[in-house]
């Protein structure tokens, strides 16, 4: 059994869904991801124990909050508001996307309650970009916004394999410390000291393993790869996210079993460290 929010624990990791993809730059797709997360991390093909030896089903081990419904608020401010009052109960907002715009308001949330948060991004992309298209809150762009407000302290990027020169720029600008995807393994520098944001887009991964995204970026990691780096994280990990899967580019439904496996291991990291 799920439990609601309010029925958690201070510390308890909880769920929520933000069904948003305008900001996608090629195809949309995105926003119809959390439902069938859901749905292929309950499913009873697997057991509830994570790798690492947590047992996610007893009630009250994570919580879930639903699917965040917009209504006439603009859409940034209404994200950050509900991880907001998720921080203030004392919960770890565990968000399942939507597309990678989404990180920026979730990431101003957090910024503004936990000072000194490292970012642990995984991504083919740095999404580092000033503006793209004259969009300057484009899924190509959170990780600068986020960066020039000073939302977070560090940011480390995982998996990182069509950077160019004005990304590269930008990332000297702001101190990134990009790990490139044919430097990978660097499991000794996933230890970090909390606080620790996971940004997951699921393009980090080989389009073999995970098709169904929008950008397929050839060379990049397995789902073996993905799980070994999440699991060799050290610190405190107060939040994460896992976005951009694209529903409607998942031919086989893989992607969605391999989003909901890492959503498990993640909140087996939380509950552990
Ligand atoms: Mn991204
Ligand atoms: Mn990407």
């Given at each position: ?7 958690a ?13 305008a ?19 309950h ?42 009052e998720l ?20 990431v ?14 995984f ?7 000033d ?11 959170p ?14 990027q995982?998996?990182i ?9 930008q ?28 940004s ?11 098709p169904?995204i ?31 899967f ?22 087996g ?5």
């Amino acid at each position: 059994m799920t439990i609601r929010p309010d029925a958690a624990k201070p510390g308890t990791p909880v769920i929520l869904g933000i069904p948003f993809d305008a900001n996608s730059s090629w195809l949309r797709g995105p926003a119809g991801a959390p439902p069938i997360i859901r749905v292929a991390f309950h499913s009873g093909s697997s057991n509830a124990w994570t790798e690492t030896g947590v047992d996610l089903s007893p009630e009250g081990t994570y919580c879930d909050a639903g699917d965040l419904k917009f209504t006439f608020v603009e859409p940034f401010a209404a994200i950050e508001k509900r991880v907001g009052e998720l921080l203030d109960k004392g919960l770890r907002p565990v968000c399942l996307g939507g597309d990678h715009s989404i990180t920026l308001p979730i990431v101003r949330a957090f910024g503004k309650r936990i000072p000194g948060l490292t970012i642990l991004h995984f991504d083919a992309h740095p999404d580092l970009y000033d503006e793209l298209e004259g969009n300057r809150l484009s899924h190509a762009c959170p990780f600068a916004r986020i960066m020039e407000e000073g939302a977070a302290k560090r940011l480390i990027q995982v998996g990182i394999r069509t950077v160019n020169g004005h990304q590269c720029e930008q990332a000297k600008k702001f101190g990134v410390e990009m790990i490139e995807m044919r430097h990978l393994p660097a499991l000794e520098r996933m230890k970090v000291d909390g606080p620790i944001y996971v940004s997951f887009d699921m393009d980090a991964l080989d389009p073999a393993f995970a098709p169904g995204i929008s950008h397929r970026e050839p060379g990049g990691m397995s789902t073996r790869e993905a799980l070994a780096h999440i699991q060799a994280i050290t610190g405190k990990i107060v939040g994460a996210d896992i976005v951009e899967f694209n529903p409607a580019q998942d031919n086989t439904q893989i992607t969605a079993t391999v989003a909901a496996k890492l959503l498990k291991e993640v909140l087996g990291k939380m509950i552990l460290n």
